[in-house]
């Protein structure tokens, strides 16, 4: 199975851009078996789904974000990333990467353990 | 988008016990779309269920899923005390877009 670890800051200033990384081991990100999301949850609140990418580069956003969002891969290093320009408190919350398999990405069958971030001057 | 509600919020029950959970979407989910996860504190989401009924590798079969529609249910035969956690239902509603319900607590009584 398909693990993974999201790494990158903690704090992040309002306005600034938030950045994170997911390392991907147990599989290749080039290796067309899943989509690579990225999933949100503020505390307290519900899931929200950020977006995702595919080995040959293909994305999908979630349209609330999509003005601010992007999302890319680092093959060399097995890695896909996430960038949220303009944040603000609102975007305070605990970050997941996550996998869905590639016939039926209908569902996500890996997560990664979460990173939280805080947006506070 | 398709919004899922949940319910009950909080959902009190002792070991042994069965445990049923719903889950009720805005407009009609075609069963293979409808998934469930379990999460327990200061953990990631695990999947318990896709396609409404089928369960995720590993997940014992006093686990059970049912629906079709607008109505899904979660149901736990016979509650374990690692069963006690929250429990979210997730969508795709096509347009590569995802959508999950707000939680339902399950906590020891």
């Known amino acids: 199975q398909v693990q993974l670890q999201e790494s990158g800051p903690g704090l992040v200033k309002p306005s600034q851009t938030l950045s994170l990384t997911c390392t991907v081991s147990?599989?290749?990100?080039?290796?067309?078996?899943?989509?690579w999301s990225w999933i949100r949850q503020p505390a307290g609140k519900r899931l929200e789904w950020i977006g995702r990418?595919?080995?040959?580069?293909?994305?999908n956003y979630n349209p609330s974000l999509e003005s601010r969002i992007s999302i890319s891969t680092d093959t060399s290093k097995n890695q896909f990333s996430l960038k949220l320009s303009s944040v603000t408190a609102v975007d305070t919350a605990l970050y997941y990467c996550a996998t869905s398999p590639k016939y039926y990405d209908w569902w996500f069958d890996s997560w990664g353990q979460g990173t939280l971030v805080t947006v506070s001057s | 988008e398709v919004v899922l509600t949940q319910s009950p919020g909080t959902l009190s029950l002792s070991p042994g016990e069965r445990a049923t959970l719903s889950c009720r979407a805005s407009r009609s989910v075609g069963s293979s779309y409808l998934a469930w996860y379990q999460q327990k504190p200061g953990q990631a989401p695990r999947l318990l269920m896709y396609g409404a009924s089928s369960r995720a590798t590993g997940i014992p079969d006093r686990f059970s899923g049912s629906g079709s529609g607008t109505d899904f249910t979660l149901t736990i035969s016979s509650l374990e005390p690692e069963d006690f956690a929250v429990y979210y239902c997730?969508?795709?509603?096509?347009?590569?877009?995802?959508?999950f319900g707000q939680g339902t607590k399950l906590e020891i009584k």
């Open positions: 997730q969508q795709y509603g096509g347009s590569s877009m995802y959508t």
């Open positions: 147990g599989d290749s990100i080039s290796s067309e078996n899943f989509y």
């Open positions: 990418i595919y080995a040959n580069g293909n994305t």
